[in-house]
């Protein structure tokens, strides 16, 4: 299932872009007078994500990796509710990427790939809006895809762990209108949630004797991002 999402996620995006804008074409038209309920914009963001992945970094052979954080990828349409309140759907793509010679194994690549889909809701502070830039501040949640790798130097790659998790996110950031069609959007998120994976540990004295540890690994961190809008 995640190996499809990965492989056609720009399919998807099509496909949900195209449906939402469809859904809600007729709505747009019938409240253009209004302002209310209608398609504004659908856009692209791109930024940095820093999980906080506490196991990874405090407690597993990657622990003196150098964690960077995650280039955070995200297509949206965003869509005008009521007055100054407007709801946003994405789906998204970010990977974290680190690199350690492990012993018995080489230099070995830990990838751990997330693929969001979120519903957000911003409420536009127009008291404060100064010149074309517009303050606003939201929250949101996501269902969250997820993939574990690893690819060994001397051995051969174990499968991928894939699963899903739920996270939620606080917003704040400010649109700045380029003209009648175009903006741009500087936004800072705070990202809660975690995720669950199992590790299988063996006894080095008795090779039969395996157990399975349940780890709660955090994805709570910070994201900054721009975006570019187009106003529909």
Known sequence: MMNFLIRNRRLMLILLLIGVAGKF???????????????????????????????????????????????????????KIIS??????????WQESVEYDLQGFGNTTLLLTGIPISLDFQYRIEPLKFSVVTPFL???????FLQNKLIFDLNDDPA?????????????????????QFAV??????????YKQDFKIE?????????IVTETISLNGPKVAITLKYLL
Request: proline share 4%.
């Open 138 to 144: 939201g929250a949101g949640g996501e269902f969250l």
């Open 203 to 211: 006894n080095p004295d008795n090779p039969d004797d395996i157990k």
């Open 84 to 93: 100054d309140l407007h709801g946003q759907i994405g789906l998204g793509y």
């Open 25 to 79: 074409s007729f709505s747009q038209q019938e409240n253009s007078e209004s302002g209310n309920f209608s398609l504004y914009s659908t856009g692209l963001s791109i930024g940095w994500y820093n999980p906080a992945l506490d196991y990874w970094k405090n407690e597993s052979e990657f622990r003196d990796a150098d964690f960077k954080g995650a280039i955070d990828a995200n297509a949206f349409l965003n869509i």
């Open 185 to 194: 959007d500087f936004e800072f998120q705070y990202k809660f949630g975690n």
């Open 160 to 180: 991928p762990q894939s699963g899903s998790t739920m996270m939620g996110h606080a917003i704040a950031g400010f649109e700045t209108r380029l003209s009648d």
